[in-house]
């Protein structure tokens, strides 16, 4: 892969907390426009690999790269029109109770855009319905399904327009055809945007149907398994056992 187009990079990537270490001499590369797809056992560090691209978590060791740019050495002056070319959907939504949908979207354009509040709420309408719920305008997210409030989540994290937009188990708790919806809605939207997804799912049909390409995190590595067909017949036995959820293999000691 050329690094001329990769637009996230990670170079031999440790990270720890305390003594225990999560991922060992990581190296990834996405391009630009690509949907990378990240699956694996539970609490085997799937989400500190995707803060680690974001931004949010600083690794021990390596080096992460953002547009070529090598993240641990920009001021936080430098870092600020990076982190605004990304969207990031959190693994339980993080909406905020006490507002409703539309204000929920509102809110980051208040606080990141020099927008006329007559456009923020023009945009936030426009995300609504992007998603699919521009009935719930005026609803807090405790009225509304938790498909729904799955859908306000992405409107969110699409509303600054990102160029790289991080899912954290976008269809957690949802149900196979809501599931499939979602993951429907978030290609569609990509394909208007152009932009870059990185997504984590343990669904492995929704995995097939986002990715461009997928990695598995296991026993600190992170294995690059290919398009969805490679996946289905990569020579690790690790891989194999979780995509077809067998009870007996090498995954079972750590599950």
Request: net charge neutral.
């Amino acid at each position: 892969m050329s690094v001329s187009t990769s637009i996230i990079r990670l170079q031999d990537v440790t990270v720890a907390f305390d003594s225990q270490v999560v991922l060992k001499s990581i190296d990834l590369e996405i391009k630009a426009g690509e949907s990378f797809v990240i699956v694996g056992p539970s609490g085997q560090g799937k989400t500190v690999l995707l803060k680690t691209m974001a931004g949010l978590i600083n690794p021990q060791n390596g080096k992460v790269f953002v547009e070529q740019k090598e993240w641990l050495t920009l001021s936080p002056k430098e870092r600020l029109p990076l982190l605004k070319k990304m969207g990031i959907l959190f693994q339980k939504n993080a909406l905020f109770d006490s507002l409703t949908c539309l204000e929920n979207i509102a809110f980051p354009l208040r606080e990141t855009t020099q927008l006329t509040e007559w456009e923020i709420i023009k945009k936030a309408e426009y995300f609504l319905e992007a998603v699919g719920i521009p009935h719930a305008r005026d609803l807090f997210p405790e009225e509304i399904s938790g498909g729904m409030q799955k859908r306000l989540g992405i409107a969110r994290a699409l509303a600054l327009d990102p160029e790289i937009i991080f899912y954290d188990d976008p269809t957690a708790g949802l149900d196979p055809i809501t599931s499939k919806r979602i993951i429907e809605l978030i290609i569609d939207l990509k394909k208007k945007k152009g932009s870059t997804v990185i997504a984590i799912t343990n669904d492995m049909n929704r995995a097939y149907q986002l990715a461009d390409r997928m990695g598995m995190v296991v026993d600190q590595e992170l294995l690059i398994t290919g398009s969805s067909e490679k996946t289905k017949l990569h020579p690790d036995a690790r891989v194999q056992q979780f995509i077809r959820g067998t009870l007996t293999g090498p995954l079972t000691a750590i599950t």
